[in-house]
């Protein structure tokens, strides 16, 4: 089993930055990859970015590219979400997740373990 514990969120400005983080404990080793999803109200869970813990590679959701960055610390078994220049359509819930297979995935179904989430709020 893998534990998953998000931390970081909270509420800020438009414009302004966070970072979440998302701890791995239990047997992290025997994950690969780990995502970053968020559900806003009404709304369906989508990806927002991954990265593999080995070759570092990683994908994002369209709308956060150049403004969001995924990282990993292998040694801490942490993973972070830099997000900068936020807007108010970024306000959500985000989860972390992670995927017992080493390839970059964009849908829920295919990650096995998840965090409880960590709300994110954007003022205007």
């Known amino acids: 089993q893998v534990q998953l514990v998000e931390s970081g969120g909270g509420l800020v400005q438009a414009g302004g930055s966070l970072r979440l983080s998302c701890a791995a404990s239990g047997r992290p080793y025997t994950t690969l990859a780990m995502g970053w999803f968020r559900q806003a109200p009404g709304k369906e869970r989508e990806f927002v970015a991954a990265i593999t813990w080995s070759g570092g590679s990683t994908d994002y959701l369209d709308s956060v590219k150049g403004r969001f960055t995924i990282s990993r610390a292998n040694a801490r078994n942490t993973v972070y979400l830099q997000m900068n220049s936020l807007k108010p359509e970024d306000t959500a819930v985000y989860y972390c997740?992670?995927?017992?297979?080493?390839?970059?995935?964009?849908?829920?179904?295919?990650?096995?373990?998840w965090g409880q989430g960590t709300q994110v709020t954007v003022s205007s």
């Open positions: 997740a992670a995927d017992r297979v080493e390839t970059i995935r964009p849908h829920q179904y295919e990650y096995d373990y």
